[in-house]
């Protein structure tokens, strides 16, 4: 039976352009990834994040700090995606982008596809055209 895949973002969800390219690549028979998902849902995660101290730095590592975002995880919704798959839209900040990702996998079981949308090019964060890349998948190849 087909569900809904979810899509989770902290900062900003996707665009009308970038919605369409997600759905696109992901449901329906001619879609680049076979989920067997009949739509995609947009669910936003709370960014209820921790602050650093004085210096910048942070007290917790980032497994430490995932830990405690599998919280925000929850109450957007995550619980409802055990054992599949799930869409997260990449944040600006990079660091917070693998803590998340991290704490997706530990809940679900699965690395997710990644809406990809920022680029580093020579150290500055640059907003380039989507891209949709399947950590699952680079994950099962190490």
């Known amino acids: 039976m087909p569900s809904t895949l979810s899509c989770y973002y902290l900062d900003e969800p996707l665009a009308e352009e970038e919605f369409a390219f997600a759905e696109r690549t992901l449901i329906g028979p001619w879609a680049r990834f076979r989920t067997r998902a009949a739509g995609l849902v947009q669910k936003r995660v709370p960014a209820v ?11 917790h590592t980032r497994e430490q700090r995932a830990a405690r975002m599998r919280a925000n995880l929850r109450h957007a919704g995550i619980r409802e995606d055990r054992g599949r798959q799930v869409v997260w839209v990449m944040p600006h900040d990079s660091e917070w982008d693998a803590i998340f990702q991290y704490a997706i ?7 997710p596809w990644v809406a990809q949308r920022w680029y580093d090019e020579g150290g500055v964060l640059v907003r380039r055209e989507l891209r949709l890349v399947d950590t699952q998948m680079l994950l099962s190849r190490l």
């Open 49 to 59: 994040l921790p602050l650093p101290d004085e210096s910048g730095r942070y007290q």
């Open 105 to 111: 996998r530990e809940e679900t079981g699965f690395g």
